[in-house]
């Protein structure tokens, strides 16, 4: 049983190992909300306490396994032993069933989702339909014109009326090019994807950007786009289009999704 107790010390203080990482580096936050760290740092740190638990019992199994054989008592010692590890271990398919998130999260390179993910789901272009109008209180919070995010700017326009109302506002928005063939040559998409627990609920929203450069622009690179609102339509669906003035490539930002 020695090298299945070394196996469950390997395994679980690399388990603590791996959600700290992912949890030091920010890289964590590409599958879940946030809000989940705290929780994920107490999962962490269990997994490496139950590892050094492990390791101590099996240090002290070791020296009183000594102990027990220089008086002669190895049989009881050993019966004792047996009987234990045959009662509360864990099998090795469940060790090897454990060690799937580590060998998985070692052999993926963590990344975000990007505009490959926006082929297979519903994309809230203008009118952020999968979410709750914002009361007065939630508007009041969001930051002025040129602080707004995508996600803030589709919240004003689900509680607005009127989208012409927007017409001639700044907008300085950053996201990454999503384009497909209801798309102008001149259009293209800013897109993010919002989360609102963890990845697999996460849905694209964007702004339909106008610019005579577009066809420039590679699908998934991240850009930052500054202009102003003109009120048109898309697709059929009358929305507040960003006619933009500069658009301009830049890194992915380090934390790529919106939250919700």
Aim: hydrophobic share 50%; charged share 15%.
């Amino acid at each position: 049983m020695r090298l299945k107790t070394i196996a469950k010390v390997i395994l679980f203080l690399s388990l603590g190992l791996f959600l700290a990482s992912r949890l030091s580096n920010g890289t964590l936050s590409f599958y879940i909300h946030p809000r989940f760290n705290p929780l994920t740092a107490v999962t962490a740190f269990i997994f490496l306490l139950v590892g050094l638990i492990y390791a101590y019992q099996h240090r002290q199994t070791i020296l009183h396994g000594a102990a027990a054989h220089d008086h002669d008592h190895d049989h009881h010692d050993h019966a004792h032993a047996h009987d234990h590890d045959h009662s509360h271990d864990l099998s090795w398919l469940a060790l090897a069933i454990l060690a799937l998130p580590v060998l998985l999260g070692v052999m993926v390179q963590p990344k975000p989702l990007g505009a490959a993910a926006l082929q297979n789901r519903e994309i809230n272009t203008g009118l952020l339909a999968s979410a709750p109008a914002p009361s007065g209180s939630q508007l009041a919070v969001i930051p002025t014109a040129g602080e707004r995010n995508i996600l803030d700017w589709l919240y004003l326009f689900r509680a607005s009326p009127d989208m012409a109302a927007f017409n001639g506002q700044p907008v300085h928005v950053i996201g990454f090019v999503y384009r497909d063939d209801r798309f102008a040559a001149d259009e293209f998409m800013v897109s993010r994807f919002t989360v609102s627990c963890c990845v697999a609920d996460a849905a694209p929203i964007g702004l339909i950007v106008r610019w005579p450069d577009a066809p420039e622009l590679a699908a998934d690179q991240w850009v930052e786009v500054t202009g102003t609102f003109l009120a048109g339509a898309f697709n059929g669906n009358e929305m507040p289009l960003l006619i933009a003035d500069e658009v301009v490539i830049t890194e992915a930002p380090a934390q790529p999704y919106l939250y919700q």
